[in-house]
Every structure is written in structure tokens, then in C-alpha cells.
């Protein structure tokens, strides 16, 4: 079946530092792949996506390549801010030929960051 | 404005009462789906459904009930909640037929089950 993983955390960072969490991913066929992102006391709220290989999404400031021959998405951000800090979600979709099997969440990963 | 809601958003209940959560989405989404999100566990999916009077069992259908009659609405039943239901529960949709696979979240429901 599908599955997602990503780094946990929590990733403490300070201000203006460089980001990088992980994403991997094992899937059939050709899923789309998404970064949703959590901030506290809050729902999900779709951050990136791409659907295709070589795709980049992008989005206030964050990056994502879809990766097919390393089966990765890693989130990318050059300079983070205080207002930045949120759980993260990696995830990608089911659907195949009409099905639908929902979106595979990785467990989340908490970024902290310091002033 | 294009949303998805539920209600209510906290809910404290006792074992074996019975209690519906509400999910409406204004945007026309064939697809919805409920999911509960645990710590250390992320998100799962709980039931989906591809349209209306379909619904399907996701990863973690026991003790769950859903139903579909409406386009706009899906609710998430439990018929005898249990402590191990208490949980941050998501509502979600989408239109897979209109190309879109990008799902949007409802604002979450708390539940405490005692």
C-alpha cells in the first residue's frame, strides 16, 4: 500500500535559518504529492503540490520537487520566520483510474522556530 | 466564500452516547472523507465517500458510521463512542472529476470520550 514517512521533529530553528525537512514515499502508479501545513489550534491548510514527476510547488516562500527516481518531496525554505512555525504534513493521494483512496498523511513533522 | 465546516468543533461526551459530527462543504465536491489525527500517528482515514449514497471504508472504520444523502453533507456517526475514539477528527473534500485531487480541511472536531 501507500505510505509516507518524514522526519518528526520537533525542528527547532532560529529565524532566518535555512529549512529542509525530509519526505519520502512508496506508492503504485502516479500519485500527486502534497505539503499541508497545521498552525496551532488550526486545521490543515494545503500549503504546495505537484502531480507529476519534476513538477515544483511552490508557495510563501516554500519549495517542493517531486523526486520520481528518489520517490521524495523534500520542503525547502530559505529563510524561515518566527510565524513559520506549525506542524507540517507530506502526503499524497490514491486516486488511480476513478478510485480513491484518500490522502496517505506522513505522521507530521513540528517546526519550531526562535527568535 | 468556498468552505468546509463542521460542527461541533469541541465536544466532551461520555462511553456509549450516541453522537453525530456535521460536515458541509459549499464548493459541489463529489469526493469527501473523514479522517482523525492522533499524536504519532498523523492523519488516517477513517471513511470516504465518491459521491452521494456512495461511501467506503478508509484505514480506521471500526466504530464508525457515515452516510451521504446530500452532495453537501457527510456526517461522521458514532454509535457508542469509546475512550479510544477521543481524537482530533477532519473533515475534508474535493473533485477528483473536475481534475482537482486537492482536498480541503474542515477546522477539526475535538472529541473527549469519558
Not at chain 2, 460542527?7 to 473523514?34: A, D, F
Not at chain 2, 458514532?78 to 477532519?90: A, C, G, K, R
Request: glycine share 10%; proline share 5%; net charge neutral.
Amino acid at each position: 500500500g501507500n505510505s509516507v514517512t518524514q522526519m518528526e521533529g520537533p525542528v527547532t530553528l532560529s529565524e532566518e535559518a535555512f529549512l529542509t525537512i525530509n519526505c519520502t514515499y512508496t506508492a503504485t502508479g502516479y500519485p500527486s504529492l502534497f505539503w499541508y501545513v497545521q498552525y496551532p489550534g488550526e486545521g490543515l491548510q494545503l500549503l504546495l503540490k505537484a502531480t507529476k514527476a519534476d513538477d515544483k510547488g511552490s508557495n510563501k516562500g516554500f519549495e517542493a520537487t517531486y523526486r520520481k527516481e528518489t520517490t521524495s518531496f523534500h520542503l525547502e525554505k530559505g529563510s524561515v520566520q518566527v510565524s513559520d512555525s506549525a506542524v507540517y504534513f507530506c502526503a499524497l493521494n490514491g486516486y488511480s483510474g476513478g478510485g480513491a483512496d484518500g490522502l496517505t498523511f506522513g505522521k507530521g513533522t513540528h517546526l519550531i522556530i526562535q527568535p | 466564500e468556498a468552505q468546509v465546516t463542521q460542527n461541533p468543533r469541541y465536544l466532551i461526551t461520555v462511553t456509549g452516547k450516541k453522537l453525530t459530527v456535521t460536515c458541509s462543504q459549499n464548493m459541489n465536491h463529489e469526493y469527501m472523507s473523514w479522517y482523525r489525527q492522533d499524536p504519532g500517528l498523523g492523519l488516517r482515514q477513517i471513511y470516504y465517500s465518491m459521491n452521494v449514497e456512495v461511501t467506503d471504508k478508509g484505514d480506521v472504520p471500526e466504530g464508525y458510521k457515515v452516510s451521504r444523502k446530500e452532495k453537501r453533507n457527510f456526517p461522521l456517526i458514532l454509535e457508542s463512542p469509546s475512550p479510544n475514539q477521543t481524537s482530533l477528527y477532519f473533515c475534508a473534500s474535493s473533485s477528483p472529476l473536475s481534475g482537482t485531487d486537492t482536498q480541503y480541511f474542515g477546522p477539526g472536531t475535538r472529541l473527549t470520550v469519558l
